[in-house]
């Protein structure tokens, strides 16, 4: 209650007090789910007899602002560094781990792998996939990704090592199997 109301003492709140900012955000939140699921929802064509309904907890998942794993990650990322970041990560999955807040799978943190990546942040990719791979399974996509981000580093053998367990989980995986082609085929003289 006291994220949005106005406390006048322990357990005690002035509901009708519109003071707090964030009760002002959450009254046009209210507004906003309202429309949803009044001009927009309700003139969904069903499929089955189960008509969906947006709520709270659709964007929230128990939580004040609605963000997703990555998107906090990014952000601290870009404040304060990786191990900052990595920190962060840690503290949430030991927080809210079995809940519904966060999405602790491997996807999130790959996406953030594939834009430091991009943008050649390839120490701080390459420290989110060690930990990636601390606490998920490996997937054809996250061996490829980190194949990736090692080629890009120059590393080919971690790179070659990282395209085969990619083949090994899918061995239709076209891409693994043309990395790996590529890094195994003999050099051509000059």
């Given at each position: 209650c006291?994220?949005?109301?106005?406390e006048?003492g322990?357990d005690?709140?002035?509901?009708?007090?519109d003071?707090?900012?964030?009760?002002k955000?959450?009254?046009?939140?209210?507004?906003?789910?309202?429309?949803?699921?009044?001009?927009y929802?309700?003139?969904m064509?069903?499929?089955?007899?189960h008509r969906?309904?947006?709520?709270c907890?659709?964007?929230?998942h128990g939580?004040?602002?609605?963000?997703?794993?990555?998107?906090?990650?990014?952000?601290e990322?870009?404040t304060?560094g990786?191990?900052?970041?990595?920190?962060?990560?840690?503290?949430?999955?030991?927080?809210f781990?079995?809940?519904y807040?966060?999405?602790?799978?491997?996807?999130?943190l790959?996406?953030?792998v594939?834009?430091l990546?991009?943008?050649?942040k390839?120490?701080?990719a390459?420290?989110?996939?060690?930990?990636n791979?601390?606490?998920?399974?490996p997937?054809?996509?996250?061996?490829?990704l980190?194949?990736?981000?090692?080629?890009?580093?120059?590393?080919k053998?971690?790179a070659l090592?990282?395209y085969?367990?990619s083949?090994?989980l899918?061995?239709?995986?076209?891409?693994?199997?043309k990395?790996?082609?590529?890094?195994?085929?003999?050099e051509?003289?000059?």
């Open positions: 006291a994220f949005c109301h106005v006048k322990s005690d709140f002035n509901f009708p007090l003071d707090k900012a964030e009760k955000t959450a009254r046009a939140m209210i507004l906003m789910t309202r429309a949803i699921n009044d001009q929802l309700k003139n064509p069903l499929e089955d007899e969906i309904t947006v709520t907890a659709t964007c929230h939580q004040p602002k609605p963000e997703a794993i990555e998107d906090i990650i990014r952000a990322l870009n304060k990786i191990e900052s970041a990595i920190q962060k990560y840690r503290d949430l999955r030991t927080k781990y079995g809940g807040s966060y999405d602790f799978s491997e996807k999130p790959n996406r953030v594939a834009e990546s991009e943008n050649n390839l120490p701080e390459l420290a989110l996939l060690k930990m791979a601390e606490f998920n399974k997937s054809a996509y996250s061996e490829l980190t194949g990736d981000v090692y080629l890009k580093s120059g590393m053998e971690e090592q990282h085969k367990k083949s090994e899918d061995p239709e995986d076209f891409f693994a199997k990395k790996i082609q590529e890094l195994t085929a003999p051509k003289p000059q």
